[in-house]
Every structure is written in C-alpha cells, then in structure tokens.
C-alpha cells in the first residue's frame, strides 16, 4: 500500500470511526499530502530524520510556528494510525519535539462596536424602503448576527442550524459540535425575535420552504456557505462605521466569551457553551480573568489605592 492509499485509510478512520467534520478531513488532507510529496519516497515510509527535515523546511519558508505545530499533529495522528493497524512497526513521531508556540490574544470586539454592530443589523433589517430582496438579506443577516453573539457558535455550526431551532422558539437549544458532540447552548430574546423574523421572511421564499436548514441557500451543503456569511458581516462592520479588517465570525465568537467572561462567568462554564473539549482550548481567554482580578482587588480591597 503506498502512501497515498494510506493516507485515504486513514481519512476513512478518521471519518468512520472518530466523526471527523468535512473541514477537518480536508485540513489533515492538505497537511499530509503536502508533506508526502516533500519527502523522497512518500510519507508513510520517512523515517524520523525525513520528518524533521521537512519541519525545518516549511519553517524556512516562513510557516507560522502554529501551522507547523499543525502539521506534526496531522503526521503524529497519521503515524499512530500505521502502527495502531500493523501498518508499520514503529512510530517515527515518537521523538520530534514539538515547534515552540507563543500565545496570541485572539481577536475580539469591545462591547461598545458590538453593540453597535448588532444595532446597525436591527436598523437595517428593520428598513421598510428596503426591496424585497435586499430587505431578505437584510434579516438573515440579523438573525445570523444575533444568533451569533448570543451563542458563541462556531461558524460552521452557525450556517448549518436546522430550522427546528427556531420552530420551536425555546430559551436553549441543542448543537451538533465537533466529532458529532452534542451541548446545550442557549439563546437570547433578542435572538430568539431575531430568528422569528427571518423564518416570517424565509416562508415567503418557495424554494427555502422544504428546507431543513435554518439558512437555506443554493449550494452544495444546500445551507448558507462560511464564506457568504463572513463576506455580508464585513459590509456590515463597514457600514456600522467598525474597520472590516477587525471583524469576522470568529471574531464575534470571542467576543461572545470575552464579554462573559469580563461580567463574571466561570471560565468552565464558557469552555461548556463554546463547545471546547478541552479546558486548555478555553484558557486563551486567561488574560481576561487576569484584568477582571485586578479590577476586582483594586476596586474591593481594603488597601487599594
């Protein structure tokens, strides 16, 4: 078996068993291909000192030292596959250090341009001189902008909600994850008469009518694409008067946590609603409790100036 065969096997354990998402299988597929067609002989055949010289050669063309980290968690993954299957009898992987990641503060929005952001949506959708079309978009992309703020979903987990979430109108709503994990997350009453509105406007499109998908769109997953959606808030930041260049659907997802977290939230209860499985993942968000305690002793000690 060569290692483009064993690259396909291990994409189909990856998606059978493990319930790997579309884009995940898509990013391991890259990453591994990348690297078997680096290396003399394939990957599934390299030996440690292959692996780590194709490490030292996407460094040297500029990778993040994040991709990099990507990348040999992609190949540990593949390796343990082979030797888990009999497919080879040692693990290359075993003694290759990790590349050295910093921290960056992820991105967020402060709670002023968020306001802001959502109030220019409302405004919009609410715009009577707006056509039909226009008026269309403009409700979906309130709903989808509200929705998204009160939920700190992932994009993707956005895009694809069925429409039941909003038949049913309740105060929480179950979300299919990754690796097909399901939480609870719940939603606001803002959302919630955000979403009654674009199901109003949703019932008088025919061909969104038989969908199961909340956001109904012409394409292949049949749902609104990541794409679209990210392209539609920059035009909104842009309008709101908020640079494009700050905003995007992740960035909102931070700032869903941020804010939580800044008003008092237990940082494990913000790992719960964001869908994290593990607590490390949520604690990028350290800084912010870091701020709240000073904020905190400075405000409420007896010795502070």
């Known amino acids: 078996m060569n290692s483009a065969a064993r690259i396909e096997a291990f994409l189909e354990m990856m998606s059978a068993e493990r319930g790997a998402a579309e884009n995940t299988l898509s990013s391991y597929r890259r990453d ?17 000192a292959d ?4 490490l030292d050669e996407i460094a040297a063309r ?4 994040t991709s990099q980290a990507r990348k040999l968690s992609a190949i540990r993954q593949f390796f343990k596959f082979l030797y888990a299957e009999g497919l080879r009898g040692d693990d290359p992987t075993g003694t290759l250090d990790s590349p050295k990641k910093g921290r960056p503060l992820p991105k967020t929005m402060s709670e002023a341009d968020t306001g802001r952001l959502i109030d220019r949506a409302a405004q919009e959708a609410a715009d009577a001189s707006l056509n039909d079309g226009d008026n269309l978009a403009a ?6 902008v509200e929705v998204l703020y009160a939920t700190g979903l992932r994009v993707s987990e956005l895009v694809g909600l069925p429409v039941t979430v909003a038949l049913r109108d309740d105060r929480f709503f179950m979300v299919r994850g990754k690796g097909d994990k399901e939480r609870m997350v719940p939603l606001s009453a803002k959302a919630r008469m955000a979403m009654r509105a674009w199901l109003a406007a949703r019932a008088t ?3 969104f009518a038989d969908s199961p998908f909340l956001f109904p769109a012409a ?5 609104l694409s990541r794409q679209v959606f990210a392209r539609d808030l920059k035009g909104l930041a842009a309008r709101a008067g908020i640079a494009s260049a700050k905003i995007s659907p992740h960035v909102l997802r931070h700032a869903f946590a941020s804010h939580l977290l800044q008003s008092g939230a237990d940082l494990r209860a913000v790992q719960q609603l964001l869908g994290h499985a593990d607590i490390s993942t949520t604690q990028i968000y350290t800084h912010v409790l870091e701020e709240r305690l000073v904020r905190l002793v400075n405000d409420h000690h007896p010795l502070a100036d």
């Open 219 to 223: 394409s292949d997953s049949g749902y």
């Open 51 to 54: 692996i780590r010289g194709y």
């Open 205 to 207: 499109v025919p061909a």
């Open 32 to 48: 591994l291909e990348d690297a078997s067609a680096e290396i003399d002989g394939g990957l599934a055949g390299a030996a440690a």
């Open 62 to 65: 500029g990778f993040a030292a």
């Open 139 to 144: 409700l979906r992309l309130h709903a989808l």
